[in-house]
Nanobody, 120 residues
């Protein structure tokens, strides 16, 4: 079985920082892209940032310059450093990974989510 477990969420004041982590565990042959998504109250889930296996990154416009995605391939972990947080960043943050358990196919796995609340 494969699990993605997020951590690092919490309550922070506007202008503050948080670092989210997401560790993949279980049967893992390889991981391609990893990413972070979020769902704000009353809104649909949206892409925040992605990172390929080679380290290329992509960001949603509203987080560019404030958030940084990175990964540690040895630890099967993806991070999201969030600086200059705004109340509109309040959401449940989910990580995902395009992962192959055996080397024969890839599928997308999701974490359970971690809550981020930014107070004004």
């Amino acid at each position: 079985q494969v699990q993605l477990v997020e951590s690092g969420g919490g309550l922070v004041q506007a202008g503050g920082s948080l670092r989210l982590s997401c560790a993949a565990s279980g049967r893992i042959f390889s991981i391609n892209a990893m990413g972070w998504y979020r769902r704000a109250p009353g809104k649909q889930r949206e892409l925040v940032a992605t990172i390929t296996g080679g380290g290329s990154t992509n960001y949603e416009d509203s987080v560019k310059g404030r958030f940084t995605i990175s990964r540690d391939n040895a630890k099967n972990t993806v991070y999201l450093q969030m600086n200059s947080l705004k109340p509109e960043d309040t959401a449940v943050y989910y990580c995902n990974a395009d992962l192959s358990p055996s080397g024969s196919y890839y599928r997308t796995y999701w974490g359970q989510g971690t809550q981020v609340i930014v107070s004004s």
